[in-house]
């Protein structure tokens, strides 16, 4: 899967629900940097 078009679809439903990304990363339980990094393909492996 396109980590791009994963991380747009992530975003575009965050936002659809009126979240920022730390309310999203409370909700699901992992840090709002990890949603940053699912959002922009950024990741330091």
């Given at each position: 899967?396109?980590?791009?078009?994963?991380?747009?679809?992530?975003?575009?439903?965050?936002?659809?629900?009126?979240?920022t990304q730390?309310?999203?990363?409370?909700?699901?339980?992992?840090?709002?940097?990890?949603?940053?990094?699912?959002?922009?393909?950024?990741?330091?492996?």
């Amino acid at each position: 899967m396109d980590n791009y078009v994963t991380g747009a679809a992530i975003r575009t439903l965050r936002e659809k629900q009126h979240l920022t990304q730390l309310q999203l990363a409370e909700q699901i339980s992992v840090s709002d940097k990890t949603v940053s990094k699912w959002e922009t393909g950024v990741s330091h492996s």
